[in-house]
């Protein structure tokens, strides 16, 4: 038996990103033990959460605050926390709020619409959390459908000297389903907004200290309180990353139709007037990004951004805005520090994970969007200078092909003499010739398309590389291309391969899991043999293995199963692709016509009862 002391076990566990194997090592290991601080001090490096969505996370999450404020230890356990996930939710509250019109009531004695008792227990109990949680770095408050913060969650939060990252939900429920289709315009966005968080306390307290801000589920409604705060964000100086999601309701559209989710393109977006924004990450529907304008990236001063993500999700949920024209109004000169670019094309396609097209007949099948000028205009600047930063572009579905969707053979044949092709390959070569990441978006890809796409990257520079495999080329049972594995291996310091999608029909309900499908393993582990510099190969969204290159593929661990996809603990670099929606309350990912959006951008609410309870568990065995 080999002994491992203290500081070889933390870096260990400093590559075990899934809390439910630190669980398994802590329940393993007795309080006594050399190593039990060690592999709790990981766990506290986590996100901890607490839920009140189902009977099952509400119960577990009340226990877990009696251990968290337990004063009769040497030390609060609350002070341990580093990253706090709090979700004041419950399943059926949308149905009540529709049912009873009014606004939630706090009162358990008082009329009208009220809280489930799950939900109102644990909403109370907060600021006494808050208050004790003195080394908290980062919290994110989930509330939709739920409950607003006040200014009683809100005022402790001011006096958490180390608190730097705030994430919120704005709206407070979906009102998609109100809208009527048909109807007029004007006075719709706010007769059909949903309650927003009163927000303003915490823009002149909190706010300026922190360097991260997520606001998610923005109405028009709740756009023009921030439009309203301009002043106040001007003194923003710390501030350095900011996540918009502008999705939220029907803003100024014009009616007739269905109801179209987000600003229209004539909507005029004025800038926040954040002075030191470096990453910006904009969720938007489409519809937003029809006209040649910069629209939305307005909100940010431009010239200031490294990294700019946008995630395009669908204005009107059955069908897509197919041309997008952002990238024709967007000059490289707009952008002169930008080191990373992603888009994620929020698509509906399930014919990928069925080997027959015949067993998609209920399912979708979409080609994703065309987004001009994005090649050769603004990606092929490069070619003059432009973008002289850019060294990570992460994109998919078929964002970086011709309008006319070519085959990727032809497109980036060398031997072409087509004008429009030859262009477009001098554009990609330039820009993933200085590349060290790239995700490419030219659809599902076989090992001869990724040999020309690879052809026009820099063996010395990429290190990280994500695609859609065309598992339809080659038959139901066959290994993973030798041609892919011969590619892959000519690059000395590739350490990250990602593909988007697992193999057909290995990710449907009843059918083995995708991350422990022996195909699947299999192909992982082909990817390791052929290149002993990848350290990481990836499966979906945040599906993960990982090993050390010196310890050959035999030592390959699973440090991210997907089940709460996108994983904060894993590489952004894997959050994209395949991600399984889920029963309620179940486990097993379920893909029909009821529910399209099993491979789009839109996470699944996670189950958080039974890694709750894990917390519950340890904690009582630690304060007993």
């Known amino acids: ?56 996370a509400a119960v577990a999450s009340q226990k877990v605050l009696d251990y968290l404020l337990d004063t009769s230890g040497p030390r609060l356990l609350a002070e341990s926390i580093r990253h706090l996930d709090v979700s004041i939710e419950h399943k ?77 939900n704005c709206a407070l429920r979906d009102r998609e389903v109100d809208i009527p289709a048909g109807a007029g315009p004007g ?28 606001l998610r589920n923005i109405n028009q409604t709740m756009f023009a309180a921030l439009t309203g705060q301009t002043d106040v964000f001007t003194s923003y100086h710390t501030l350095e990353h900011l996540k ?49 304008q910069k629209g939305p990236l307005d909100l940010v001063h431009c010239n200031l951004l490294t990294e700019l993500s946008i995630i395009v999700r669908h204005s009107i949920f059955w069908m897509a805005y197919e041309t997008l024209k952002l990238f024709e109004a967007l000059s490289p000169l707009d952008l002169p520090a930008l080191s990373h670019l992603e888009i994620k094309d929020s698509t509906r396609n399930t014919e990928r994970h069925y080997w027959s097209s015949t067993d ?16 050769p205009s603004f990606l092929g600047s490069i070619r003059a200078g432009g973008l002289p930063n850019l060294t990570s572009l992460w994109v998919d579905e078929r964002i970086l092909v011709l ?63 994500g695609f859609e495999w065309n598992w339809h080329d080659y038959a139901r049972d066959e290994e993973i291309s030798a041609g892919l594995l011969a590619h892959l291996a000519r690059f000395p310091k590739l350490n990250d391969i990602h593909i988007l999608f697992p193999r ?46 010196s310890q050959g593929a035999s030592a390959i661990l699973f440090v991210s199963d997907g089940s709460t996809a996108p994983n904060a603990a894993v590489s952004k670099f894997f959050h994209a692709g395949y991600m399984p929606k889920y029963f309620p309350g179940g486990v097993l990912p379920r893909l029909d016509a009821s529910n399209p959006d099993s491979d789009n951008f839109i996470p699944p609410r996670p189950v958080r009862g039974e890694e709750i309870e894990q917390l519950r568990d340890l904690l009582q065995r630690i304060v007993a």
């Open 403 to 465: 309008p006319h969707r070519c085959a990727v053979r032809d497109l980036l044949d060398p031997e072409s003499d087509e004008e429009t092709y030859i262009i477009w390959t001098q554009s990609l070569r330039a820009a993933f010739g200085q590349l060290e990441s790239l995700r490419v978006g030219f659809g599902p890809i076989n090992h001869t398309d990724a040999g020309r796409i690879l052809d026009l990257c820099d063996p010395a520079k990429l290190s990280q590389f």
């Open 1 to 56: 038996m080999v002994d491992i002391n203290e500081d070889v076990f933390s870096q260990i566990l400093s590559h075990v990103c899934d809390s439910k194997n630190l669980y398994t090592i802590l329940v393993a290991l007795p309080k006594s033990h050399l190593l039990f601080p060690v592999a709790l001090a990981r766990l506290w490096e986590l996100p901890v959460y607490l839920d009140s969505y189902d009977p099952r």
């Open 92 to 168: 059926d509250l949308d149905s009540q709020r529709r049912r009873m019109r009014g606004p939630p009531v706090l009162d358990r004695t008082a009329s009208g619409f009220r809280l489930p008792g799950d939900v109102l227990a644990l909403y109370e109990r907060l600021p006494e959390l808050f208050k004790r949680t003195v080394n908290l770095e980062s919290l994110d408050y989930h509330s939709r459908p739920g409950i607003a913060m006040e200014s009683k969650h809100v005022e402790p939060l001011q006096h958490l000297e180390r608190l730097r990252r705030f994430a919120v």
């Open 244 to 292: 918009l999601d502008i999705t939220e309701g029907v803003w100024d559209w014009n009616g007739g139709g269905s109801p179209a989710m987000g600003a229209s393109p004539d909507f005029k977006f004025p800038c926040l007037g954040f002075p030191s924004v470096k990453r910006f990450e904009l969720i938007v529907c489409d519809k937003t990004l029809q006209e040649s």
């Open 187 to 214: 006075e719709l966005s706010a007769q059909y907004d949903a309650e927003n968080w009163q927000i303003e306390p915490f823009f002149s307290t909190v706010g300026p200290l922190i360097i991260s801000l997520d």
């Open 504 to 549: 057909p029909e290995t990710q449907l309900s009843g059918r083995p899991d995708p991350v422990v499908d022996a195909r699947t393993l299999s192909d992982v582990t082909s990817i390791f043999k052929c290149n002993g510099n990848i350290c990481r190969v990836g499966i979906g969204n945040s599906v993960v293995w990982e090993r050390d290159p």
């Open 360 to 375: 998609n007949q209920l399912g979708w099948k979409r080609e994703g969007r065309v987004y001009f000028g994005l090649v």
